[in-house]
């Protein structure tokens, strides 16, 4: 069982007029307004899903800043998943800050979808006042929330936001019941699972997702994270159309990584099953 646990699609409309939804949305802006920035339908997903022999994806929204904006891609996204025949699992997306965040996060999870993500801040550190009711309520339905994160140094890319290790982790302290997808290795935070006390009991709870590491990590990475949490808490995530699972297979199964067979078939797709059967 392949599932690439973070992917993204949008509306037919997003993709045909772009340039129609960067007004008031600074985040959106910033990373499609590049024409060679892909975006996909969720019949181009499957597509790729069946080049790639993907199984299962996890489909995620956009944090945008307008509700009428969010709830066009949560319909989108609940239809997709309904039409997809099982392949597709949905997680819909708001805007935490919002006055609206919660009640149309409430709204989208009525309608199906597997949970929420991809949640982020691009312009901010992570406001952990206005995640909290959105953990909370996945909290509740037993769902995972899944989270953008990035590494807090380095060479600066489109999305990458002014993020902090700390305020990730009063985050996740201030929510233990809520299951965690920390996307693109968590910024690095499975490091500090080698800590004797506390945070080891923190993360477990949490999950990260392998989304872009190609650029920013070297294989050893997938072998360091599988060590430190377990294979079962780290997950295949693509970020497609960004790349294709091929790249991440190779990387994966390189002796760099020095995964057994067992691990990798976690990575791969089985540890996402167990979370979003």
């Known amino acids: 069982m392949i599932v690439d646990a973070h992917t993204h699609i949008f509306p037919p409309e997003v993709l045909e007029q772009r340039e129609r939804f960067w007004d008031g949305e600074p985040a959106f802006a910033a990373i499609y307004r590049d024409p060679a920035a892909r975006m996909v339908t969720a019949e181009g997903l499957v597509e790729a899903m069946d080049q790639d022999g993907v199984d299962v994806s996890w489909a995620l929204g956009f944090p945008w800043v307008q509700e009428s904006h969010a709830r066009l891609h949560n319909d989108y996204l609940a239809g997709a998943q309904e039409a997809s025949g099982g392949r597709l699992r949905c997680l819909a997306c708001v805007h935490p800050p919002a006055d609206w ?8 999870l009525g309608m199906g979808v597997k949970g929420l993500g991809e949640l982020a801040f691009y312009d901010s550190d992570l406001e952990v006042t206005s995640l909290a009711p959105l953990c909370d309520l996945c909290a509740e339905a037993g769902v995972p929330l899944l989270l953008h994160t990035n590494e807090p140094v380095g060479h600066r890319y489109p999305g990458k936001s002014p993020m902090t290790l700390a305020s990730l982790y009063r985050l996740i302290r201030n929510h233990p019941q809520t299951k ?28 990260i997702d392998t989304a872009a590491a190609p650029f920013l990590y070297r294989p050893r990475a997938y072998g360091l994270a599988v ?3 377990g294979a079962d808490k780290v997950l295949l995530g693509s970020d497609y159309p960004l790349l294709k699972v091929s790249r991440y297979r190779r990387e994966l199964a390189s002796p760099e990584a020095g995964l057994d067979p067992d691990s990798l078939a976690l990575v791969m797709g089985e540890a996402a099953q167990g979370l979003i059967p």
């Not at 965040?101 to 989208?108: K, M, T």
């Not at 965690?180 to 004797?196: C, E, S």
């Not at 506390?198 to 949490?206: P, R, Y």
């Open 180 to 207: 965690l997808v920390l996307a693109h290795m968590a910024g690095g935070l499975f490091f500090y699972a080698l800590l004797k006390k506390e945070v080891g009991q923190a993360l477990a709870n949490v999950w």
């Open 101 to 108: 965040a919660l009640a149309e996060a409430e709204r989208a």
């Open 227 to 229: 060590e430190l949490l």
